[in-house]
């Protein structure tokens, strides 16, 4: 049987207002915010405000609106930092990798030569987070 969903996880926090985030987009189901152990300049996060732990539990009606917003944000970052290409990552279930139980699409601009930092590795600056996430709202914004 699959896991329970916790609310106690860290981006129903995050989505509750209870602990903070560099918020660059949110509509009535979606909200992404920087990714705080980036593995790359302008990792974005992209997650529906509807509690799932992650693909394998989700209502399938999310998942529309979800890969909406991934596709903006993928062409925002992409904007905002110049770069070259974008990956999508997303785990489901630990031995996959997934370390937060609430269904979430990585985005992260890509630059040739350069590779991926480790996943859930070193904490950003707040002020690196903060420029970045203005550049991604200024190129969403149009
Ligand atoms: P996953 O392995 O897909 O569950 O990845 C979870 C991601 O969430 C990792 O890339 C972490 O760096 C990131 N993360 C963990 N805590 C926070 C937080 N408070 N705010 C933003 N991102 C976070």
Same mark, same amino acid.
């Given at each position: ?26 509509? /009535? ?5 920087? /990714? +705080?152990?980036? %593995?790359?300049?302008?990792?974005? @996060? +992209? ?9 394998? /539990?989700? /209502?399938?009606?999310? @998942? ?10 993928? +062409? ?5 930092? &110049? ?6 990552? %997303? ?11 609430? @269904? ?17 590795? %070193? ?8 420029? &970045? ?10």
């Amino acid at each position: 049987m699959a896991e329970a969903y916790d609310p106690g996880n860290i981006f129903a926090k995050i989505l509750r207002g209870e602990i903070p985030s560099h918020r660059v987009y949110e509509d /009535d189901a979606v909200v992404a915010f920087m /990714d +705080v152990m980036p %593995q790359g300049t302008g990792h974005t @996060l +992209v997650v529906p405000k509807a509690p799932s732990r992650n693909m394998l /539990d989700a /209502d399938p009606a999310t @998942l529309g609106p979800l890969f909406a917003v991934v596709q903006k944000v993928a +062409v925002a970052v992409k904007k905002a930092f &110049n770069a070259d290409g974008v990956t999508l990552m %997303q785990f489901n279930e630990p031995a996959s990798g997934q370390t937060v139980y609430h @269904l979430h699409v990585h985005v992260i601009p890509r630059f040739e030569d350069v590779p991926l930092k480790p996943h859930s590795g %070193q904490m950003e600056k707040p002020e690196a987070l903060a420029e &970045n996430a203005g550049k991604i709202r200024a190129a969403l914004a149009g």
